[in-house]
């Protein structure tokens, strides 16, 4: 086959390229070769409990400030500093980038994000989710983050040998908004000088601080 001038000649026959990848298409006929990636040295036993199911992990850890009003429920981030472990960085922009996105998606999905369903009252939308389109929920937005947002990475290479010792970014970060959760917990507790553990679930909406504010208070 030859391939020369936008036409391909096979067989004695030259066809136009477009009119080569038509009857392909037409006919079902893969022009491509394709193939999947297996993670080695990968493996887990679901009766014992042991194995190994990952090929590494990554590790991270965040400190977050926040103001907490005890009339209303409103809170807000003041501060967060987040440190992350990519191995050996392929694009520390884009790392960092990554992470601080999932710092602010995470915080949204533990703060404002609840999910909201109709009540079985035996009509057609009973148990529908409501709050299902950001037209419906609350996201955070760029006003959600933090004055002072301070982000490093934590490079050191990877032990295994994965793409120039790199590790991915990906879902991680998105565990670090933990902090601000715990941080508006804290701040609660504090309503009652720390001695009442505090009934707060996530997310941790204002109308939840609130509620969790009021239960350290009588008790």
């Known amino acids: 086959m030859h391939f020369a001038r936008g036409e391909v000649t096979t067989g004695g026959r030259t ?8 009857r392909a298409y037409l006919a079902r006929v893969q022009l491509w070769s394709d193939g999947f990636y297996a993670t080695p040295g990968l493996s887990w036993d679901r009766e014992t409990l042991q194995g190994h199911p990952f090929y590494y992990f990554a590790w991270g850890a965040a400190v977050s400030e926040v103001l907490v009003d005890t009339l209303t429920g409103e ?5 967060a500093d987040l440190l992350h472990d990519v191995g050996r960085s ?3 922009a884009l790392d960092i ?17 609840e999910l909201v369903w ?8 009973a148990g529908m989710l409501m709050t299902h ?16 947002l301070n982000v490093a990475l934590f490079e050191r290479d990877n032990a295994v040998d994965s793409i120039h010792r790199s590790k991915a970014v990906g879902e991680p970060p998105l565990l670090l908004p933990f902090s601000v959760f715990f941080a508006i917990r804290d ?32 008790g």
């Open 15 to 22: 066809l136009p390229f477009a009119e080569l990848v038509e």
């Open 75 to 79: 809170w807000r981030l003041l501060r």
């Open 90 to 92: 392929l694009n520390p």
């Open 97 to 113: 980038g990554q992470i601080e996105g999932a710092f602010i998606q995470g915080m949204g999905w533990l703060t404002m994000e």
């Open 118 to 125: 109709h009540p079985a009252d035996g009509s057609a939308k």
């Open 133 to 148: 389109a950001p037209s419906t929920y609350k996201i955070p937005t760029a006003n959600d983050c933090p004055p002072v």
């Open 187 to 218: 701040a609660v507790s504090a309503v009652g000088e720390h001695r009442v553990d505090p009934p707060l679930r996530a997310p941790a909406t204002s109308e939840a601080i609130l509620r969790a504010i009021d239960a350290v208070r009588a």
